[in-house]
Structure formats: C-alpha cells, structure tokens
C-alpha cells in the first residue's frame, strides 16, 4: 500500500528534479546555450542525491555534495586547462579526486565527486571549444542549484513535524 510518505517523496522528488532543471538549464543557457541540456541534468540529478527523508539529513548530504562537487570540479579544470578530454585523463582525474576525497575525510561522496568529473569531461569531449574553467564553473554552479532546491524542498515540506520551541 502506498502511504503518504511515500506520496510526499515522490512528490518532493518530482519538484525537485523539475525546478533544479529547467532553474539551472535556463541559467546555464546564459553562459554556454549548447551545454544547458546537460546543465539541467546534473542539477536535477544532485537535488535527487541530495534530498533525504529529514531536514538534517538532507543538509548533510548537501553539503557534502557541494564539497565533493568541488574537488571534482577543481581537478577536472586542472586536468582539462593542460590536456584535452581522453578517457584515460578522465580516469586519472576520478583517481585523483577520490583520493583527494579520502584525504578531506568525505569517502563516502568520493562516488558523487567522480561522477562530477564524468559530467565535467563528457561536457568537454562534446564542446572541446568549451573554457575548462568555465564548464567546471556551471557544473557546480549546476550542483548548487540541485542542492539548494532539494534543501528548500525539505524546508517548505518536512517529513517530521516541526520540533516546539
């Protein structure tokens, strides 16, 4: 039987993946049109990873999110700025940045940053004309967007009732 939890995170996921996409498709459209698509998509995507049953456990992942989206942005800039995409340089920037996760004590969102490098090198192998800085830029401009819609989401509707003062 589907209950009424299961209503609202359906209906809090649907939202979510709506307002991220078409939020971040038609602002990443401002800076690089060709790319907006796939803008949407990793927008929508984070808000999904990010939104969680409760209000703290959604924040935790948001910010997690947002520094894993980080490190994998700041790597895969790196990578791009000095070489062109290859999947061999797409597979040594996730090593990188999975290290450079554990190292910071997130292991846990290692998975999330090295699906922040594919985003990023797939975007770069598509648009090789595209400025490294600025793909890895909208990327997490991207992220930010998902995070920041799932966080409000869980905000505006939480699952459990607000705690008395």
């Known amino acids: 039987m589907i209950g009424t939890d299961a209503i609202r995170t359906a209906v809090q996921m649907a939202l979510v993946s709506l307002a991220s996409y078409l939020i971040a498709f038609y602002s990443t459209s401002l800076f690089h049109a060709a790319s907006a698509g796939l ?8 808000g999904v ?9 959604t924040w935790s ?3 997690l999110q947002l ?21 061999f340089g797409m597979a040594g920037s996730m ?7 554990h190292a910071v004590a ?3 969102h290692a998975r999330l940053a090295a699906i922040n490098v ?7 192998s598509l648009h ?9 830029a909208l990327r997490f401009g991207e992220s930010c967007i998902g995070a920041a819609i799932a966080v409000l989401a869980v905000l505006l509707w939480p699952k459990e009732p607000p705690k008395p003062a």
Do not use: D, H, K
């Open 39 to 46: 803008g949407g998509l990793w927008s929508a995507s984070s």
């Open 49 to 57: 990873v990010v939104l969680q049953a409760t209000q703290r456990e």
């Open 61 to 63: 992942a948001a910010s």
């Open 106 to 108: 997130i292991p846990g």
């Open 128 to 136: 090789p004309t595209l400025n490294p800085f600025q793909n890895a």
């Open 118 to 124: 594919i985003v990023i090198m797939v975007t770069a």
């Open 95 to 101: 090593f990188a940045t999975v290290l450079l996760c």
């Open 67 to 87: 520094l894993g989206t980080a490190i994998g942005s700041i790597i895969s800039a790196g990578y791009l700025a000095v070489l062109p995409f290859s999947p």
